[in-house]
């Protein structure tokens, strides 16, 4: 008995009445500033500040101090390698994006120059990707024809190119950044995972040597395409050279993934098969027997292509509905990229900031005939184990892209097209996730669920399905949590004073005559009503149970509200008739540990008086020793 | 110590796995029969469930066996006075769908009856309502003309109405009723008061005798319209008339407020106005000197408007469009009052079952010439109050209706529109809830916003958008919980060992070394990120703090996670990161009172493993307890 009355003497304590500014101010930073990004601004001289925030825009100028020769060897290696993969692998994926090779060069060379100056992360290799390649290009097509229209789906590639930075840059510009983890890991896995699928499926046209391929992403057109052509579309010549380099190259990524220390193997490996088939077929005159080959690459660095955006007329809106989805899942990867390496080294990153750099660089590249840039990957893997040391890494990689571009782009003439697919193929492999995925069902099915409904809607339907299916599901699963939140029945441990879900402790012990539900989750308009529900269900269950075995009713039904964080007008509502029907069956509702907003709320509403401030615990021990001592004398 | 050492006979339990199909069964059954509907069919043998099947699509059967004469005198009274009253309001409430007054009283005729059969309210008063009706006519005025288009128009308000009904029924057999809560408390709060606001704009026309007005809604159109024509459009005679008999009824419903036994007052108050004003402008011509008149009321019962349902054609689909918004707001009305007066009487309802009533109801309404008939907040109180004791005085008020549709309606004629403006001013001024508005001011800020946007939204825009803005501000704030939970740092309460957050106990202590951090909402992709930050900045916070204080840092970080309900596989990624961080720092991660989810899933990704089982404890107290010892080795 010591020990109750001592915790006797602390009562629920009700936090000090905040005033309407702070309370906002409060909820606004938690949203918009939770990382709490002006923390090195405090207390410093107005000068100081002035280079903080400089810094603070260009990152460089702050890491940059502290360069040294060392880091620059690092770099300089590590540049060289992701720049040796990065060039085979921007020609492919500009076909993906159904641009012109050297659009892929381009997008290579500025908006990693970009990056490095504004971009926080260490590790994460800039550069055209597969996905958002085939994303914007699936997207382009179903607005005008690469082929017959040409001029006009390039300048539309820009525009969107263009406002995908303006959706990044103003993302993080206004804090808005966590809107991106709305998409579920389990969604971008599954997403991953199929459109690795599609860009593989697609590369069989070039593998294949296939003339007339469909334009439509979905496994049924592809295997019909494929097929269908397998009398008189396939070239035995391309396939030969094509599937002995793919096997080449996923040898290459094999040893690559069994010894680290070969990390280098898959790395060049493309480049080499470039070279090889180059010479091969130059020397063997296969494109004279159908081996389709790049034929040509504009000489030279990007052009400017401000005037080619659309700022005006009918394919302004439709480059700015593009742009969003398209900056968006490319903010998605290179957000991901960038904190799996921020945590692998144990660096902050400001996501908002990254964004910011992000939305400039492609800003930038859209005036400058670059389209959507993100962050790589598999280029960010390698980059990382060629012991790139910062972003110069993307700055040598660029400087690489920028010499192809002056002096090398014509040897690329003769490269088999069958080589660019075999790399494309070996590239987006690595994304499906079969380990993550076999995780991800092993702990949630319904993220499970999330994972492969994104994965069949991409492979079956088209990028655009799979990805609504994605975000579809990954809502739902939230707004499924708000409406139907967890309850318990609690039970004390033997000879302790907690209590505990006598489901997870079947050793815990229900007090007679006292009912004990915890409630696991805030209750809002959405759930308040079900949670009403739920509780009066528990007490008719459990009363069933109790007649069963000729008990006396329950007289005292105690909310244990700990993990109740907030509550609204139509959760203080639900309370109430809560309290009424209980009042009507002679139960006494009593509530235990509200939290500082709840107990806040209790008071405003004038619902502590209804029930009875006495009626409100510090925890459920203290409510149910409350109870007892009425519970003995009944007994008597 | 003796204590403690009993405490730790106690692990934290793992409930036994259960197999995925029991566990999908266990999430359908939550979620979508949260009320265990089947409950009193289990177990009971085959004829006897037949019964109880065709009771539960008929509760008519069930309450009829026990119906009594004393009920019955009950409900006739009821049903009177609720059809005095709903009469003169019909042919109002059907000027505000556009349609001609007859239509009014044909959905106070099948739809009631209907629901009479099917309902389980027994306090609901079912008829066309003034919200509904507003927004009906709304949405129908931007697809047709009401007025050139008379016959299209009137087709398209029964498809509304068919697809109303199928809606409303559709979600209550598959059970997805939940959805209307979605539409919180404070959004109908502020959509009914800026409903009630347009709605008495709106009758302005009428009480001021104004020819030409304008089709908007929104108040700075319709206040242009009334002053625009102050000069050569008011009629005096209508404006003496429309005043003086608003002011009557104002004055019974204030006399029927401040005395409940005069409930029945303002109840035959608007009957008695129609029947004096009716004959006054009969004896007195002034029909003749501009009062208008309702001229026409189509005398006998509905005839079938089966064949002016468009089940093809472009109206199709506007017609599905418009049900749907109709038919959900109808069922946000009706279950709210359903539950409302179910709950001040004691009896359990049914929403998803109430949901098929309503949906049947307006299906066979859609096809006898009714429109959106739903529950009236107005009507349902008089029910109440004047005693009614079943859905039996639905069915005598549905009969007087029939009666007044045989040979009444000719009597109508001399009606002046003013009168029927007047009675629905004082009837929609009781939507206006100041007393509710100013409640949510003071439990909860973001409701408020959430009640005033829909108010501003609906007052200055349209109903649509005010309708579209509480949906919205609705789902932000679902959002924004789980995107931004709460966290807090916890301290021991003097001589317990309880410990609970430090802003709300401030008497509570932190354990030197130990810092506390409790998580308050489950872990999913959408806040994973945020939540291993903001413990790492609670880290920084707190360890800024010791400095300036020159104490050591701490060892030991303990997440108290009874609130953490649930995690998912981003939820996982996120500890084993804050758990490699932590490590890098040199403090050791250690879990307190995982809920039996996540103890389980800790379990399945093998994370239990990476931080240690003896690492993971029953309570807070028991963690503290475990790192005492070290820290007073580590302080000799």
Redesign the interface.
């Known amino acids: 008995m010591d ?1 109750r009355n ?2 006797y ?2 009562k629920v ?3 000090p009445k905040q005033n ?1 500014f702070k ?2 101010k409060a909820t606004v930073k ?2 918009l500033f ?3 990004p002006l923390r090195p601004f405090k207390d410093q001289p107005r000068s100081k500040k002035f280079i903080l925030g400089i810094q603070t825009i260009f990152p460089i100028l702050e890491w940059g101090r502290s360069y040294s020769l060392r880091k620059f060897r690092g770099d300089v290696i590590a540049g060289l390698t992701i720049a040796s993969l990065c060039i085979p692998q921007d020609i492919g994926y500009s076909k993906l994006a159904n641009l012109d090779p050297q659009y892929g060069l381009y997008s290579s060379f500025v908006p990693p120059l970009i990056y490095a100056f504004m971009g926080s992360s260490r590790d994460i290799a800039i550069g055209p990707v597969a996905v958002v390649s085939l994303l914007l290009g699936t997207l382009l097509q179903n607005e005008l024809d690469p082929k017959k229209d040409k001029e006009a789906y390039r300048r539309l590639a820009f525009t969107a190119t263009f406002f995908a930075g303006i959706t990044q840059a103003t993302l993080g510009f206004f804090r808005l950044g ?1 809107l991106i ?6 969604a971008v896995v599954g997403f991953m995972g199929g459109a690795a699928i599609t860009i593989a499926l697609q590369q069989l046209k070039g593998l294949l040597g296939i003339q007339n391929f469909t334009k439509k992403t979905d496994i049924v057109s592809v295997m019909h395409s494929v097929f269908g052509s397998v009398h008189h579309g396939w070239n035995w010549q391309t396939i030969v050279i094509g599937v002995s380099f793919l096997a080449f190259l996923l040898s290459a990524k094999y040893i690559g993934k069994k010894n680290r220390r070969f990390f280098w193997v898959p790395a060049i490996a493309p480049l080499i098969s470039v070279i090889l088939s180059t010479f091969f077929v130059y020397i063997t005159h296969a494109d004279r027997k159908g081996v389709q080959i790049v034929k040509h690459i504009e000489k030279g660095i990007n052009p400017s292509s401000v005037k080619e955006i659309y700022f005006s007329g009918q394919y302004l809106l439709k480059g700015l509905r593009i742009g969003v989805v398209a900056g968006m899942i490319a903010l998605t990867e290179a957000v991901a990229i960038g ?1 799996t390496f921020a ?1 692998m080294k ?1 660096y902050q990153i400001d ?1 908002n900031k990254e964004m910011v750099a992000l939305g400039t660089m492609n800003i930038v590249g859209s005036m400058t005939s670059c389209y959507v840039a993100t962050g790589s990957f598999s280029r960010s893997a390698v980059n990382y184990m060629a012991g790139c040391q910062t972003a110069v890494s993307n700055i040598i990689m660029s400087f690489v892209v920028f010499l192809t571009l002056l002096f090398i782009t014509p040897l690329f003439k003769y490269t088999p097209n069958a080589i660019l697919a075999a790399i494309i193929i070996s590239a987006v492999v690595g994304l499906i996730d079969f380990e ?1 995925a076999i ?2 069902w ?6 499970f669920i999330a994972c492969m409904g994104a994965f069949f809607g991409v492979v079956f339907v088209s990028v655009e399905i799979g990805l609504l299916i994605a975000v579809s599901i ?1 809502f739902a ?10 309850t318990a029945i609690l039970g004390k ?1 033997p ?2 004073t ?1 209590y ?2 006598i ?5 815990a012990t229900k007090v007679p005559g006292v009912l004990v539900v915890r409630v ?3 209750i ?7 949670i009403k ?2 509780i009066l ?1 528990w007490l008719a269950d459990e009363e069933e149970q109790l007649k069963e075995s000729y008990q006396s009713n329950f007289e005292f039904l105690i909310v244990e509200m ?2 109740v ?6 959760g ?2 639900a309370l109430e ?1 809560l309290y ?2 209980l009042q ?1 069956r002679g139960v006494q509702l009593i509530l235990a ?1 509200p ?3 709840v ?1 806040g ?1 209790l008071h ?2 004038d619902f502590a008086n209804t029930i009875g401030e006495d009626k409100i615990f ?2 459920v021990a203290d409510a149910v020793a409350s109870c007892s001592p009425k519970l003995a004398a009944a007994q008597v």
């Open positions: 020990v001592e915790q003497t602390h304590g009700v936090p309407l309370e906002l938690e949203t939770a990382d709490d966590f983890d709305f998409l579920s890991h389990a904190r945590s144990d996501g993550a995780l991800i092993k702990i949630d099915k319904f993220d990954s699963k939230i707004l499924l949590q708000v409406t139907r939140p967890r441990l000879g302790t907690v505990r879900n489901q997870q402790y079947p050793g696991d989750s805030a809002y308009f959405s759930n308040s009503n079900y529900e739920r269900r700990s993990p964080t907030d509550i609204d007008t139509s203080i509502h008739e009424k029907s009507k540990n939290g500082p907003v107990i709320k405003a509403s510090l925890t």
